[in-house]
């Protein structure tokens, strides 16, 4: 398969989906264990629902997911990538709470008073920065992807199989 056949762009795009669903899965178990150790709950107002902290993930998802291909097509440095990364997850993680409670709770003050109160939060911190680390790990993927790589071959296996 040649470069400029199409096809590693699709391959891209499937790297960016699969980081996402890989960081969604990372994020609901750090958040469970963290809310083990913490002895808290991951939303600790009572009223906000079942659905808050679902949807700041699903939405901060969608941001990773177009971050990720960003990333993967541009080759973006290193840095850039995983702090650029990490900052949009934690904005968009703390953005949806806050206008999510604030239609929960029908103030206006929760609009800037939800994300005050959980910018600390080693819940939002904890999936910003694994948003990053996601960030990097493909752009190294997406690299080898684009630069042509394959996969490696055991010595005993015939070069010309595919």
């Known amino acids: 398969m040649t470069a400029s056949s199409g096809a590693p762009s699709a391959r891209l795009g499937l790297l960016a989906v699969l980081t996402t669903a890989a960081w969604i899965a990372v994020v609901i178990a750090v958040?469970?264990?963290?809310?083990?150790?913490?002895?808290?709950d991951v939303i600790r107002?009572?009223?906000?629902?079942?659905?808050?902290?679902?949807?700041m993930v699903a939405v901060a998802a969608v941001a990773l997911a177009l971050l990720v291909l960003r990333i993967v097509r541009t080759d973006e440095r290193p840095p850039v990538a995983f702090f650029g990364t990490a900052a949009a997850v934690f904005l968009v993680l703390l953005f949806v709470g806050g206008i999510g409670y604030t239609l929960v709770r029908g103030e206006l003050f929760w609009l800037l008073g939800f994300p005050l109160e959980y910018a600390p939060s080693p819940f939002i911190v904890a999936a910003a920065l694994?948003?990053?680390a996601a960030a990097l790990i493909a752009r190294v993927i997406g690299r080898a992807e684009k630069g042509g790589a394959r996969r490696p071959r055991w010595p005993w296996e015939d070069p010309s199989d595919a």
């Open 31 to 40: 958040w469970g264990v963290l809310s083990l150790l913490l002895d808290t």
């Open 45 to 55: 107002q009572q009223d906000a629902g079942p659905y808050l902290g679902p949807s």
């Open 130 to 132: 694994l948003a990053g």
